[in-house]
């Protein structure tokens, strides 16, 4: 139900998968497994979100073959440096209580600390052992990736950045396309701050469809990967219900004007 990209490995990642931040570590599985029934086949957590455990737990007792689910961890911003990125690896998949991840992202360049060159390196090794199979960052900005392709030996698969309509990111959407790098959109909704906005709901009536769907299925038309997140379950299965309609040519330029380069989150320059 769930088209798949193909990553510059050949492994094929859902295109839209759950998100799971600020879902509780004893809520997860639940929301998981609801997320699951309604046909999402990735999941998206970090060892921020303190919930490994329980994606782990819902993955194990999913009754899908593992192979049937892609789970995706980061690596957090107090774990840079070789050694120290092996060790958090090994943690997350402990918490996880899984043999393999399907992707595993350096989650901040934290470009004050300068580590993510040899991070990046450790994440080979991880990538090399099959412990992960493909590696990939988030909130990397043109100038890192720029150094992690001349000074490593394996181009990221993957770059997660926020994304939405308020903030499009045409330039790394293109420095990602030309160099093979798969864009993955974080906070694809933008926390719900832009549903009631007149050109979406516009065009959600036009469909017979919800603001929220209209957003997403955008991410979608646009080669992205959305991750949307939802403890509510009629969210959760809304959210995966944009696979029976198409934007127009009108649609899509009328969400091109939302864009308003408006972050909600930290900038990746600075963070960390
Ligand atoms: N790499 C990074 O640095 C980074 C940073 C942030 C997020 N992420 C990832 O991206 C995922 C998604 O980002 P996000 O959680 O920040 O934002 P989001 O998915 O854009 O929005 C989530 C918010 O929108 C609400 N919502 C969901 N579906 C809705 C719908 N159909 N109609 C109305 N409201 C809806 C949710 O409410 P309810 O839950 O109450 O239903 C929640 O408050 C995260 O879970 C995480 O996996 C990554």
Do not use: C
Not at 33 to 56: K, P
Not at 125 to 143: C, D, L, M, W, Y
Not at 209 to 238: F, N
Request: net charge negative; charged share 25%.
């Amino acid at each position: 139900m769930v088209p798949t990209v193909t990553l510059n490995n050949d492994v094929q990642m859902p295109q839209l998968g759950f998100g799971v931040y600020k879902i509780a570590d004893d809520e997860v599985e639940r929301a998981i497994h609801t997320a699951i029934e309604a046909g999402y086949r990735a999941i998206d957590t970090a060892t921020l979100y303190r919930n490994e455990r329980g994606v782990g737990a819902a993955v194990r007792n999913s009754g899908l073959p593992r192979s049937e689910l892609f789970v995706t961890t980061k690596l957090w911003n107090t774990e840079h440096g070789y050694d120290a990125a092996l060790r958090a690896f090994d943690a997350s998949l402990t918490e996880l209580g899984l043999d393999y991840v399907d992707l595993y992202l350096i989650h901040w360049p934290v470009p004050s600390r300068d580590l993510y060159v040899e991070t990046w390196r450790a994440l080979e090794k991880i990538n090399t052992e099959g412990r992960a199979r493909a590696i990939g960052v988030s909130n990397f900005q043109v100038p890192h990736l720029e150094r992690l392709i001349k000074e490593t030996d394996v181009v990221p698969a993957v770059n997660q950045i926020e994304l939405h309509p308020n903030l499009q990111q045409a330039t790394l959407r293109g420095f990602d396309t030309d160099h093979g790098i798969v864009t993955e959109s974080w906070s694809p909704l933008a926390r719900g701050k832009l549903l009631e906005h007149e050109v979406l709901t516009t065009i959600a009536r036009k469909h017979g469809k919800t603001p929220a769907q209209i957003v997403l299925r955008w991410h979608i038309e646009m080669g992205l990967v959305a991750i949307p997140k939802s403890v509510t379950p009629q969210r959760i299965r809304e959210n995966i219900d944009i696979f029976d309609f198409e934007l127009d040519t009108q649609d899509i330029a009328g969400i091109a004007t939302l864009e308003a380069n408006d972050r909600l989150g930290p900038n990746p320059d600075t963070h960390g």
